[in-house]
């Protein structure tokens, strides 16, 4: 358990965990584990960047005895209290008690009610700085992004951003850095971290990259709180955000069903045919009773539109749909078009009920939503069939 190098008296001392396979209780699916990110910089002033989840307070601890006794820490950076970053503190204090922690005002509310327990706690505001000695840090504040206490902290001579949950992944890998992973991987997790986690806050993080951009700091690194940093390229991950950030689309279709009896599911393929021969779109079938609705919200990032489709289930939608419509409605995407459609027997509810949580999550309808009873027939597949044309052409036309 010995601490990486990222930098010229700067260490990576945190946490890999390799077998975390889901994250926010069972919203997020993390197939490839995660990482907790902390960072150690030695100068005057020995000061520990953010902690990691609670059960790996031992491992950071080992990791920064590697390169200097725990006791010796004099200043700890509070960039965000959500558990998985800010668990090890309680554990950490008993080392080093007089250690000074710094974090925005509402960083340190939360660790009084999330620990129950005194902390030498100073809060810090944009621009505020702090002298280690040779090297300084200066705050940025980025409430709502993803928590009211998050902000990020900016090494000065060392052009190093340590970012909080902006820019990073849940992956769990031996190596550290951007560079040393396949970057269609690692792009992938960073797209599913954006729309499992960062999506409903589009806005706000628009304007902080403006903030930032405006603050002229040059970013020589981004140091991440989950999985790899970034040093070869951090413009790259910085871009991908503006481009999501502005809800801007892709030619793409995600179709998301479930359903009963197969009937669904025959509308489901049905409406692909559609799109499909209308040519020019990417199109992506989903049936949510097989699929991890992770990988679904992932599509769906730069998809223009999004069809969705539910069988009838005890005057509702079937379940997975259920969960996933909810999450989707949170998710509040914006500059999307879509459509409902499904099967029935006696009671129709659950199709108007897909239409009326799309139209929720701020989807436009472009299309009547299309029900069957029971199982459709010749007619009602060519109608599904133009169903997906329709959409199709519309996406094409932007």
């Known amino acids: 358990m010995k601490a990486i190098p990222i930098a010229e008296n700067i260490w990576w001392v945190g946490a ?16 490839r584990g995660t990482t907790y990110n902390a960072y150690l910089i030695l ?6 960047v953010d902690a990691v989840y609670g059960p790996f307070a031992e491992e950071m601890l080992q990791r920064i005895r590697s390169v200097v006794p725990v006791e010796k820490i004099d200043t700890i950076i509070v960039n965000h209290i959500e558990p998985d970053h800010s668990g090890a503190f309680p554990e950490i204090v008993k080392h080093c008690p007089k250690a000074k922690l710094y974090g925005s005002a509402k ?10 327990q005194p902390f030498n706690f100073f809060p810090v505001k944009t621009g505020d700085r702090l002298s280690l000695g040779k090297k300084t840090l200066q705050f940025i ?18 052009q ?25 991987t690692l792009m992938e997790e960073v797209g599913k971290y954006y729309a499992g986690i960062l999506w409903p806050f589009s806005h706000l993080i ?16 981004i140091a991440t709180s989950h999985g790899l940093s970034w040093r070869k390229n951090p413009g790259k991950v910085i871009e991908a955000y503006k481009y999501w950030a502005a809800n801007l689309t892709k030619k793409k279709i995600v179709v998301v069903y479930e359903t009963m009896w197969g009937s669904t599911a025959k509308m489901a393929r049905k409406i692909v045919e559609g799109i499909t021969d209308a040519g020019g779109v990417i199109v992506e079938l989903y049936d949510m009773a097989q699929s991890d609705r992770t990988d679904v919200f992932s599509q769906m990032l730069e998809a223009k539109a999004f069809i969705v489709g539910s069988s009838n289930h005890d005057s509702g939608i079937l379940p997975n749909m259920t969960s996933f419509m909810e999450m989707l409605k949170g998710l509040h995407p914006k500059n999307r078009i879509g459509a409902a459609f499904g099967s029935y027997g006696w009671s129709g509810i659950a199709i108007q009920s897909l239409q009326n949580t799309l139209a929720a999550a701020g989807v436009e309808i472009v299309q009547p939503l299309l029900s069957v009873v029971y199982a459709p ?14 959409v199709a052409e519309l996406v094409k036309k932007g």
Not at 160 to 184: C, K, M, W
């Open 16 to 31: 890999i965990d390799w077998n975390a396979h889901h994250f926010h209780g069972q919203t997020f699916t993390t197939k």
């Open 43 to 48: 100068d005057e002033k020995i000061t520990l």
């Open 107 to 116: 960083a340190g509310q939360g660790l009084d009610r999330y620990y129950h």
């Open 141 to 158: 504040e980025i409430p709502m992004i993803h928590w009211p206490d998050s902000m990020m902290s900016y090494l000065i001579e060392d």
């Open 160 to 184: 190093i951003l340590f970012s909080n949950d902006a820019f990073g992944q849940h992956y769990a890998t031996s190596e550290r850095f951007d560079d040393e992973v396949p970057e269609e």
């Open 206 to 221: 628009a304007q902080r990259i403006q903030e930032l951009e405006r603050m002229a700091i040059p970013i020589r690194m």
């Open 377 to 390: 027939d010749d007619t009602q597949l060519a109608a599904c069939y133009q169903m997906g044309k329709n």
